[in-house]
């Protein structure tokens, strides 16, 4: 069994930065595809973006493309999801998950693991 938590959520003004950080622990994590989700108030959970096993293949929804990046660390068991220009609209609850398989599904429930989630909350 996999646990996943995230950190740091918080508010932050239009046009900011922010860096989220998802610690897993009770696997290998090396063997998990890793991604990032959100879920708006009121809105169905999204995809945002997933890096392979590997370190070697990134892919973002094209909302965050350009000013989001996501990056894993298989040494200290850590995905990180680095937010750049911000927008009201990115605010939600950011939720990172794990699969054992090559690639992450961008179907959040087909995934094997989730952690709570963490507020990112964006003022204009």
């Known amino acids: 069994q996999v646990q996943l938590v995230e950190s740091g959520g918080g508010l932050v003004q239009a046009g900011g930065s922010l860096r989220l950080s998802c610690k897993a622990s009770?696997?290998?994590?090396?063997?998990?595809?890793m991604g990032w989700f959100r879920q708006a108030p009121g809105k169905e959970r999204e995809f945002v973006a997933a890096?392979?096993?590997?370190?070697?293949?990134?892919y973002y929804a094209a909302s965050v493309r350009g000013r989001f990046n996501i990056s894993r660390d298989n040494a200290e068991s850590t995905v990180n999801l680095h937010m750049g220009s911000l927008k009201p609209e990115d605010t939600a609850v950011y939720y990172c998950?794990?699969?054992?398989?090559?690639?992450?599904?961008?179907?959040?429930?087909?995934?094997?693991?989730r952690g709570q989630g963490t507020q990112v909350t964006v003022s204009s």
């Open positions: 009770g696997g290998t994590f090396s063997r998990y595809s």
């Open positions: 998950a794990a699969r054992s398989s090559a690639w992450i599904s961008a179907v959040e429930v087909d995934n094997d693991y």
């Open positions: 890096i392979s096993r590997s370190d070697e293949t990134t």
